[in-house]
C-alpha cells in the first residue's frame, strides 16, 4: 500500500451533458428479487449494455465504449458487507486485515482529532488521506475510535486481499466487474444512476455522497457525513441498495482500460494478471466538482492490499 496508489484515483475534473434516455429492462421476478437466506438476491443474466460514453464520464478512466455483453444467472449481495457481518468472520477465523497487519490505513482528515491530523503523513495529491497508525475495520478513524453504533454500516479499511478472503469463508466470491455493473443498473439500460438519469429526482436524495464543497465543508444535507447503514436509500430495480456513494467496492477483475466492442462478450472476467484490482460505485466521498464516479458506469483501481475509510464490498455466487 503506498501513497501513489491509495486510496482511489479520484483526479479528474469533471464535464457535461445529456446521457442517453433510460430503457428499462425486463426485471426478474417479485420472487427472485427477495432476498435468500444468505442476503443474496437471484439475477437472471442475459444481455446488457455495459460501459458509457457518456460526456460526464471519464474516458480515460475506459468507461467505453459502450459494449455488448452477455451474463449468465448469478447471485449477488443486495448490502455491502457490513461490519457485523465481518466482525462474525473475524471472530470465527481470527483473521486480521491488511490494515492490521501493516499498521495503518488512510483516514479522511476532517474525521481525526486535531493533534492526530496534524501528525499524519499525507499524501501530496490528495492531502485531505492521512495515513493513521491504527487505523483498522474496527476502529475506523484510528485508535481510541469503534464501530459501535454502527454494525449495520458497511465495513471500510478492508483490502482486495481481505475482501477475497471473507468472500471464501462466506462461501462466496467477488463479483465480477460485468455482474456488478449489470447488477447496479437495476434493470435501466444506460441510465447514469441505478435509478435514472437525474441525481436528485424531484430534489429526493438517492445515494450518500458529498454535499456541499470538497473537500472543505460537507453539509451532510443527505443525512449522512460518512458512512450511511447499507440498507439506507431505496433499492434499485433489482433490490441492490447503496450501489452509487456510501464506499467503493471492490471487484473481482483486474483493471484494464481496453475493452472490445466488436464481439459481444460472454461473462467477461477481466484480464488474466495486472497490479490493481477495479473498484465500483463511488463512496461518500465522492462530489460533481472533484471525483462524480458515483454513476453506475463509473471506475476506478486501487492495488490489491490498499485500504482506506471509504473502500469496502460486496459478494456474489453463482447459480
Excluded at 94 to 112: C, N
Excluded at 275 to 296: F, L
Aim: proline letters at 9%; one cysteine or more.
Amino acid at each position: 500500500m503506498t501513497d501513489a496508489t491509495a486510496p482511489a484515483r479520484c483526479c479528474m475534473p469533471s464535464g457535461g451533458g445529456a446521457p442517453a434516455p433510460s430503457v428499462p429492462l425486463p426485471l426478474p421476478s417479485p420472487s427472485a428479487r427477495r432476498d435468500g437466506a444468505d442476503g443474496t438476491v437471484l439475477l437472471p443474466g442475459g444481455d446488457f449494455l455495459m460501459g458509457t460514453e457518456d460526456a460526464e464520464g471519464f474516458p480515460g478512466d475506459g468507461e467505453g465504449p459502450v459494449r455488448a455483453v452477455r451474463l449468465k444467472p448469478f447471485r449477488i449481495d443486495t448490502r455491502a458487507v457490513s461490519n457485523e457481518r465481518f466482525a462474525a468472520f473475524v471472530a470465527d477465523t481470527g483473521y486480521r486485515t491488511e490494515a492490521e497487519r501493516i499498521g495503518w490505513s488512510y483516514v479522511f482528515a476532517s474525521f481525526l482529532p486535531a493533534a492526530l491530523r496534524r501528525a499524519a503523513p499525507r499524501p501530496e495529491r490528495t492531502p485531505w488521506w492521512c495515513g493513521v497508525e491504527g487505523a483498522a475495520w474496527n476502529r475506523p478513524e484510528g485508535p481510541g475510535s469503534g464501530v459501535q453504533g454502527r454494525g449495520d454500516h458497511p465495513v471500510v479499511h478492508v483490502s482486495w486481499n481481505d475482501a477475497a478472503a471473507y468472500a471464501a469463508w462466506a462461501g462466496k466470491r467477488l463479483p465480477t466487474e460485468a455482474e456488478w455493473e449489470y447488477a447496479a443498473r437495476g434493470g435501466l439500460e444506460q441510465a447514469r444512476y441505478p435509478w435514472g438519469d437525474e441525481l436528485d429526482p424531484a430534489g429526493e436524495y438517492r445515494c450518500n455522497i458529498w454535499r456541499g464543497t470538497f473537500p472543505a465543508k460537507n453539509t451532510a444535507a443527505d443525512g449522512y457525513r460518512g458512512t450511511a447503514p447499507v440498507d439506507a436509500f431505496e433499492p434499485n430495480g433489482f433490490g441492490l441498495f447503496n450501489v452509487s456513494g456510501n464506499v467503493w467496492e471492490w471487484c473481482a477483475d483486474w483493471w484494464t482500460t481496453d475493452h472490445p466492442a466488436d464481439r459481444p462478450l460472454v461473462d467477461p472476467a477481466g484480464p488474466a494478471a495486472g497490479t490493481d484490482k477495479v473498484i465500483r460505485g463511488g463512496s461518500h466521498m465522492c462530489h460533481r466538482s472533484y471525483c462524480n464516479r458515483y454513476r453506475v458506469a463509473a471506475r476506478t483501481a486501487n492495488t490489491p492490499d490498499s485500504s482506506s475509510g471509504h473502500s469496502g464490498f460486496r459478494c456474489a455466487a453463482d447459480d
